[in-house]
T-cell receptor, first 115, second 112 residues
Framework: DTEVTQTPKHLVMGMTNKKSLKCEQH?????MYWYKQKAKKPPELMFV???????INESVPSRFSPECPNSSLLNLHLHALQPEDSALYLC??????????????FGNGTRLTVT | GENVEQHPSTLSVQEGDSAVIKCTYS??????FPWYKQELGKGPQLIID?????GEKKDQRIAVTLNKTAKHFSLHITETQPEDSAVYFC???????????FGTGTRLTVIP
């Protein structure tokens, strides 16, 4: 089992809804990530938080709003999504030292369907 | 930026045979090369990684080789088992986990 926990596992939402995805890790990692994965494609980086501050935003539309309340939690707030946003949303975490000590650990994702 | 190519896109092997997946990268400054296994309905899981100061690394039935001159690295799975069936992704980075460039994935099927 992964040490990165994501909830919910599945989410169906309409285009006018507001919902949030949640992620939690207790490995003491200070970097946390959101990735989007479409079917039969590799994960695509969306956001990176380092020490609870947003350090990378890969030009993600504003209908996706990340939040890092503390070093263990990461949220992704969703509003006014489009059907093409349907995908598997993966949370990940890593240490912030050298690559020797900081491989990327993924959760099992939230399968999002926008209707 | 970095460009990682992965081949083949699908691979079927008989149980007990070996499987090899190959990746090439474009950025000569890349120095970290992890491999992830993604089973159906799950997130990618790190199975092995290698850094540019070594040429080969083994962990039981899994090995990774790196050729920095040719800018390619490969995953080798020996004595394959049905539970090895999954999608495998290679990745490359010059800075570590915060900047991974993934290959396009290989769907491995091990036939019992």
């Amino acid at each position: 089992d992964t040490e990165v926990t994501q909830t919910p596992k599945h989410l169906v939402m309409g285009m006018t809804n507001k919902k949030s995805l949640k992620c939690e890790q207790h490995m003491g990692h200070r970097a946390m990530y959101w990735y989007k994965q479409k079917a039969k494609k590799p994960p695509e980086l969306m956001f990176v938080y380092s020490y609870e501050k947003l350090s990378i935003n890969e030009s993600v539309p504003s209908r996706f709003s990340p939040e890092c309340p503390n070093s263990s939690l990461l949220n992704l707030h969703l509003h006014a999504l489009q059907p093409e946003d349907s995908a598997l949303y993966l949370c990940a975490s890593s240490g912030t030292g050298t690559t020797q000590n900081s491989p990327l650990h993924f959760g099992n994702g939230t399968r999002l369907t926008v209707t | 930026g970095e460009n990682v190519e992965q081949h083949p896109s699908t691979l079927s092997v008989q149980e007990g045979d070996s499987a090899v997946i190959k990746c090439t990268y474009s950025d000569s400054a890349s120095n970290y090369f992890p491999w992830y296994k993604q089973e159906l309905g799950k997130g990618p899981q790190l199975i092995i990684d290698i850094r540019s100061n070594v040429g080969e690394k083994k962990d039981q039935r899994i090995a990774v080789t790196l050729n920095k001159t040719a800018k390619h690295f490969s995953l080798h799975i020996t004595e394959t088992q049905p539970e090895d069936s999954a999608v495998y992704f290679c990745a490359a980075s010059r800075t570590g986990a915060n900047n991974l460039f993934f290959g396009t994935g290989t769907r491995l099927t091990v036939i019992p």
